[in-house]
């Protein structure tokens, strides 16, 4: 899919030759760039979804497109073939080694795979996809973190009590709209390659795996296999948040074959990056969009960068209210579960600026009325000031009060 998506010139900015190993400090120079860089292993395409306006104009994604994807999912097709099945790789010959993988930071555990879109079925639930950092481990192994209670690890479990190990399917070198899908939070039971299908106006084609009974979005890259019974430590690893995630026992994926396309394109992502916050981040813009807009009139709302795109979030509501603003608050914990400090201010405030931010904290909020405080409850894993997977959450009530004189900012 990245090969189609490479025939439109305004995609690349930047072409680079480099070794597989340069990748990462290459990746933490050209921050904002999408590039692609030529190796001995093969292309390398990165930061592909890392400008929120490029992503917009492309592919016709934002928040609002995703959450309309959401509430309209539209059926993915079944087709014979796909250019991913140009190369098949059978399981005495697999050899992760020569596809470009990163270790991206000193102490990280070894190679990730850091995009991979994971595909799996269960009996009762259906087809399931989402996104999984995996570690390798030899040529024909890897492990992957699977977040309790999320749905890959429930069907994980499922499958173990059935006394059989979980068919995979991993998936490199697809279309954005792809990989935005699988970074949503839906019920288990929904499709996610439904909501993919939404976006790219039905035009979601899907092939039929080799060896395993799964159907994938045409790719790059599918690495076909089993979660098996066996676990293995996986970590220390860089996640979202910039700070090294600890050591857990994981459970060990066994690739059956590879089928990749005639020169095909990895897709690399720098952990913490700019395109690492976006993908995660606007699929849960979208559904805080969602609970939000329930209860006050939204005028616009974002993750923060300096929140590293997961625990903090700024909204700007047309407010009507004098309780619309708490409302919003609310709103926002319950469409992201791992959110910690939620700021509303008023429409005449940019809430990309967070100079603007924090001038409407100074002049329109007050401690002892204007905050909400929340003690005890369910926190991100990926926050290291968490305890026992709890958290404290905080949300500032920036907004002028409904008539209050003095508030507005002099404009000349």
């Not at 890392?50 to 097709?77: C, D, Q, V, W, Y």
């Not at 909204?315 to 608050?329: E, H, L, T």
């Not at 509303?344 to 409407?360: L, M």
């Not at 990926?382 to 009060?401: F, I, Q």
Request: some cysteine; overall charge neutral.
């Amino acid at each position: 899919m990245i090969h189609e998506i490479l025939s439109n010139k305004e995609v690349i900015d930047r072409k680079i030759d480099a070794r597989a190993g340069e990748i990462p400090e290459i990746l933490k120079k050209f921050k904002r760039e999408t590039l692609l860089i030529d190796t001995e292993k093969g292309r390398v395409i990165a930061n592909l979804c890392s400008e929120r306006n490029k992503i917009k104009n492309l592919f016709s994604i934002s928040p609002e497109t995703l959450l309309h994807a959401i509430e309209n999912p539209r059926e993915a097709r079944i087709k014979s073939g796909g250019k991913v099945k140009e190369n098949i790789i059978k399981q005495d010959s697999i050899n992760l080694n020569n596809i470009p993988i990163s270790k991206y930071y000193t102490c990280d555990a070894g190679k990730y795979i850091t995009t991979g879109v994971v595909v799996t079925k269960d009996p009762e639930y259906g087809r399931n996809i989402s996104f999984h950092r995996m570690l390798v481990l030899g040529k024909d192994k890897l492990t992957a973190r699977l977040v309790e209670n999320r749905d890959t690890h429930t069907y994980y479990n499922r499958a173990i009590e059935r006394g059989e190990e979980l068919e995979i399917a991993i998936c490199i070198g697809l279309h954005p709209a792809v990989l935005f899908a699988a970074a949503t939070s839906v019920s288990i039971e929904r499709d996610e390659l439904e909501i993919a299908s939404a976006l790219m106006n039905g035009n979601l084609n899907l092939i039929k795996c080799e060896t395993v009974d799964l159907e994938v979005p045409d790719a790059e890259f599918v690495l076909e296999g089993k979660i098996t019974k066996e676990t293995a430590p996986e970590g220390p690893f860089v996640d979202i948040t910039g700070t090294y995630d600890f050591v857990r026992h994981q459970p060990i994926i066994k690739l059956n074959s590879i089928m990749h396309r005639n020169d095909p394109v990895y897709h690399s992502l720098l952990p913490a990056s700019h395109e690492h916050l976006i993908l995660m981040g606007m699929p849960r813009e979208s559904t805080i969009l969602r609970e939000a807009g329930k209860v006050c009139d939204v005028t616009d709302l974002c993750l923060t960068k300096g929140g590293s795109g997961w625990l903090h979030c700024v909204i700007s509501i047309n407010k009507k209210f004098n309780d619309d603003a708490k409302k919003a608050i609310n709103a926002a914990f319950s469409g992201h579960k791992s959110l910690k400090h939620v700021v509303v201010v008023d429409n005449d405030i940019n809430i990309h600026n967070p100079k603007e931010v924090e001038w409407a904290i100074a002049t329109r909020f007050q401690a002892d009325k204007d905050m909400v405080v929340i003690k005890g409850a369910k926190g991100s894993s990926l926050d290291p000031s968490s305890y026992g997977g709890l958290t404290a959450k905080v949300g500032v009530d920036a907004t002028k009060p409904i008539g209050g004189e003095g508030f507005d900012r002099v404009s000349d």
